[in-house]
């Protein structure tokens, strides 16, 4: 069984390459996203799905055909790829959209609008992280291991001390789970950084409070793992979810809310899987010469070939 990626890439611009998502930042220009394909590619992953905006769905085909058409998977078959937009009017037919709405419904709703083309196991993956082999390695295992699974998913936690940026406080979630590595809870936590006493510090979103934080808690950086059976369960949150908040113009249906409400209701666990690997962004403007170097270093270190592909 080859699992599937799901790409969240619907937060993009209109412009292929235009956004920090497709800023090339590999020695030859490659993109964050690249790299993760190629570390799927090596997992054992067999498609790509992308979630995209519809307004720069043919252009956004084009670019990605011409860049992997000739990536083949680790049995010497295609790479296939899929395309699914997400809009503000993809919920349910009962429900009427607040014309002043703009924002998007979130990455729970992102993930939704892949239904109808994925039915094997899959990850989900933001667009613009870097989340580095052993997290590929170690979520494609899982997924293999539990393709006849049904109420069980997976969370990829990074040790938050893996996670920070030299340029500026950042927004985790801290996760909480039990003895057995199931995830009980995922806090929000905003403005974390290493203090001048060398602490972790940021505030809790549910309390306010300024705290320390565990260097090594894990983390979320959104990505997860799911069987197809998550999509039902998810759609049903969904529905609850609009029930509360059709005429809301700003909340979004987040992944982590879809997953507390599974485990609230104990129709759902999920694992927590640690990774070794360091993930990376370009979380501020002054991120960006550091992850330049941090590429160029994996690229003499002979971690990825250069140029990628």
């Given amino acids: ?24 930042l590999g020695p030859n220009g490659e993109t964050i996203i690249d790299y993760s394909i190629y570390d799927a590619v090596q997992a054992g992953f067999g498609k790509v799905v992308y ?14 055909h011409e860049k992997y058409a000739h990536v ?18 993809k919920i349910p037919a009962r429900f009427t959209l607040n014309p002043e709405r703009q924002k998007p419904w979130g990455t729970a709703h992102a993930v ?25 390695r170690i979520l494609g295992d899982w997924l293999r291991a539990h393709e006849k699974s049904q109420g069980v998913y997976a969370i990829v936690g990074f040790e938050l001390d893996h996670t920070l940026s030299e340029s500026g406080g950042v927004s985790r979630g801290i996760c909480h789970y039990d003895a057995a590595q199931h995830l009980t809870g995922i806090v929000e936590h905003h403005n974390i950084l290493t203090e001048p006493d060398g602490v972790v510090r940021g505030d809790n ?19 997860w793992g799911f069987t197809p059976d998550y999509f039902e369960k998810s759609a049903a949150v969904f529905e609850h979810f609009l029930e509360e908040n059709i005429s809301e113009l700003k909340k979004e249906f987040y992944i982590p809310y879809a997953i ?19 993930w990376f962004g370009v979380t501020f403007k002054e991120d960006r010469p550091a992850v330049v170097e941090k590429f160029a ?12 592909y």
């Avoid at 979630?51 to 990605?64: A, C, G, M, N, S």
């Fill in 72 to 89: 083949r998977c680790a049995d010497g078959s295609p790479l296939e790829f899929v395309f699914v937009t997400q809009e503000l009017n």
């Fill in 205 to 223: 979103s549910l309390t306010g409070a300024h705290v320390d934080l565990d260097g090594k808690a894990l983390c979320s950086m959104n990505m």
């Fill in 112 to 136: 939704l609008m892949a239904r109808e083309v994925i039915h094997e196991p899959f990850a989900v993956i933001n667009g613009d992280d870097y989340y580095g082999k052993d997290s590929f």
């Fill in 260 to 278: 507390d409400s599974m485990i609230r209701e104990g129709t759902g666990a999920t694992d927590v899987l640690s990774t070794p690997s360091h």
């Fill in 51 to 64: 979630i995209v905006r519809e307004y720069f769905l043919e252009q956004f085909k084009q670019t990605v």
């Fill in 297 to 308: 270093q994996l690229a003499r270190d002979g971690v990825y070939p250069s140029p990628l």
């Fill in 1 to 24: 069984m080859k699992p599937t990626l799901l790409v969240l890439a619907a937060g993009m611009g209109s412009r292929y390459g235009g956004l920090k998502q497709m800023d090339g």
